[in-house]
C-alpha cells in the first residue's frame, strides 16, 4: 500500500478515481485535445520566428530575447503536456490514481503558461509605453497588473502542487488572476487604440486609411487571446468541478499571445507599406511608436517636433 501524499487524502483520491471513470472524456480530454491543439500551433509559430528572423534578423536584445524567451517557453509547455500524456495514457495505461493524484505536470503547465503570458504581454506593455512618449505612469500601472497576475498564478501553481483539492482556494486564486489579466489585456488594447485613434484625426485621408488597417491589426492581435482567457474564466467558474473543459483553454491561451505577439512583429512591413505608399500629391509618414526595422526610415523619436506639417516615422516600439 503506497504511503498517503500530504494534500491528497486516499478518500479524495478514490472520490476522484470514480469521477474520472464516469467521465474520462471530461477530465482527461481536455488535456488531450490541448496537446493536439498546441502541436498544431507549435508549427504556426515556427513558422512565424522563422519569418522574423529572416526579415528583421537581430534588431534587438529586447526584441531577441523577448522571442527567444517566448519561443522557448512555448517548447517547454509542449514537452511539459506531451510527457504527462505519455505517462498517463501509455507507460501507464489504465492506472487511474496517476492522473487523480493530480501529477507535478499539472503545477508546471501552470507555471510556463502564465510566464509565457507575460513575457508576451511585455511586448504590448512596452508598445503602449512608446506610444504615450515613455510615461512611466502608463508603463508603471500596467506592469503593476501582469506581475500581480503573475503572482497569483504562481502562488496557485504552488497551491495545486500541495494542496490540489482545496477547490475553494484555488477557485478564488483562478478567477481573481484571470480578472486582473482581463483587465490588464483591455487596457493595454484600449490605451494603445485611443493614442492611434487621437494621432489620426491630424492626417490625411491617405494615412488614415493606413491607420484603418493598422487598428484592425491591432484587434485581430488582441481579440483571440483576451477571448480565450474570458473562457477560461467562464469555464472555471461555472464547470470547474464538474469537469476541466476550462483546462483546454488554459493550455492553448500561451500559444495564442505568442501568436499575436508574432503576428503584430512581421505585419509591421506591411503597416509601413499602407503608410508610405507614394501618391501623386502627397508622400506622408507617420509617428506610430511601432517599430520597422531594417528599413531606411527617420531615427527620430515619437513625440518629437514635426517640421514643415509633416509627421515622422520612430523607429522604436
Not at 528583421?56 to 503536456?81: D, H, K, M, N, T
Not at 502562488?155 to 490588464?184: C, K, M, Q, R, Y
Not at 509617428?287 to 517640421?307: D, P, R, Y
Amino acid at each position: 500500500m503506497t504511503k498517503p501524499v500530504k494534500g491528497r487524502p486516499p478518500e479524495v483520491i478514490d472520490f476522484m478515481v470514480q469521477n474520472l471513470k464516469a467521465d474520462p472524456e471530461g477530465f482527461m480530454g481536455p488535456w488531450f485535445m490541448g496537446l493536439v491543439a498546441i502541436t498544431y500551433m507549435m508549427g504556426v509559430i515556427i513558422s512565424q520566428v522563422t519569418k522574423y528572423f529572416s526579415t528583421f534578423g537581430y534588431e534587438s536584445p529586447r526584441l531577441f530575447l523577448l522571442v527567444v524567451s517566448c519561443s522557448l517557453l512555448s517548447v517547454a509547455q509542449w514537452a511539459v503536456i506531451m510527457i504527462a500524456e505519455w505517462d498517463w495514457c501509455v507507460a501507464n495505461y489504465g492506472d487511474w490514481r496517476r492522473f487523480a493524484e493530480v501529477p507535478w505536470e499539472a503545477a508546471a503547465v501552470s507555471v510556463i503558461t502564465w510566464l509565457t503570458v507575460f513575457v508576451s504581454q511585455l511586448f504590448f506593455a512596452s508598445r503602449c509605453y512608446t506610444l504615450y512618449g515613455r510615461s512611466k505612469l502608463v508603463f508603471g500601472g500596467l506592469l503593476l497588473g501582469m506581475t500581480t497576475c503573475l503572482g497569483i498564478f504562481m502562488f496557485l501553481a504552488a497551491i495545486i502542487a500541495i494542496d490540489p483539492f482545496n477547490f475553494p482556494l484555488i477557485e478564488g486564486l483562478s478567477v481573481s488572476g484571470l480578472a486582473t489579466h482581463v483587465a490588464t489585456d483591455v487596457a493595454i488594447t484600449v490605451l494603445t487604440l485611443w493614442k492611434i485613434c487621437q494621432r489620426g484625426k491630424m492626417y490625411s485621408h491617405k494615412t488614415q486609411q493606413g491607420l484603418i488597417r493598422l487598428r484592425n491589426m491591432i484587434v485581430e492581435a488582441a481579440v483571440p487571446p483576451t477571448t480565450c482567457v474570458i473562457l477560461k474564466m467562464c469555464f472555471t467558474f461555472g464547470m470547474g468541478k464538474k469537469n476541466l473543459i476550462s483546462h483546454w483553454f488554459a493550455i492553448i491561451t500561451p500559444t495564442l499571445y505568442v501568436w499575436s505577439m508574432m503576428f503584430t512583429l512581421n505585419s509591421r512591413v506591411a503597416v509601413r507599406q499602407a503608410f508610405n505608399a507614394p501618391t501623386k500629391d502627397e508622400d506622408e509618414t507617420l509617428s506610430t511608436g511601432f517599430q520597422f526595422a531594417n528599413l531606411q526610415v527617420s531615427t527620430c523619436k515619437f513625440g518629437q517636433a514635426e517640421s514643415a506639417g509633416q509627421p515622422r516615422l520612430s523607429p522604436d516600439v
